[in-house]
Nanobody
């Protein structure tokens, strides 16, 4: 069983920055594929960024060049640095870990005002 706890969401003006954190339980965190998803009201949950155990990363086109995913295996934590935020980035952001199956955090709200 893997437990994920997100933090770092909040209200920010357009053009601002936030850093989300996701702390994971488990002794094999370094082997997990970690992802951030987001879900805006009335919309489906979309993949934002992925970081593999190798450290390789992938991003949705909508956030490339603005968001950065990273991981600290010593702290069992994955981060999402979000810069140049836009109102359309407003959503609940969810941390996901894949370790034989998918695990999800409870989500953290990010609101970007124009």
């Amino acid at each position: 069983q893997v437990q994920l706890v997100e933090s770092g969401g909040g209200l920010v003006q357009a053009g601002g920055s936030l850093r989300l954190s996701c702390a994971a339980s488990g002794s094999t965190f370094s082997t997990y594929v970690m992802r951030w998803y987001r879900q805006a009201p009335g919309k489906q949950r979309d993949l934002v960024a992925t970081i593999f155990r190798t450290g390789n990363t992938n991003y949705a086109d909508s956030v490339k060049g603005r968001f950065s995913i990273s991981r600290d295996n010593a702290k069992n934590t994955v981060y999402l640095q979000m810069n140049s935020l836009k109102p359309e980035d407003t959503a609940v952001y969810y941390c996901n870990a894949f370790a034989t199956r998918d695990y999800w955090g409870q989500g953290t709200q990010v609101t970007v005002s124009s």
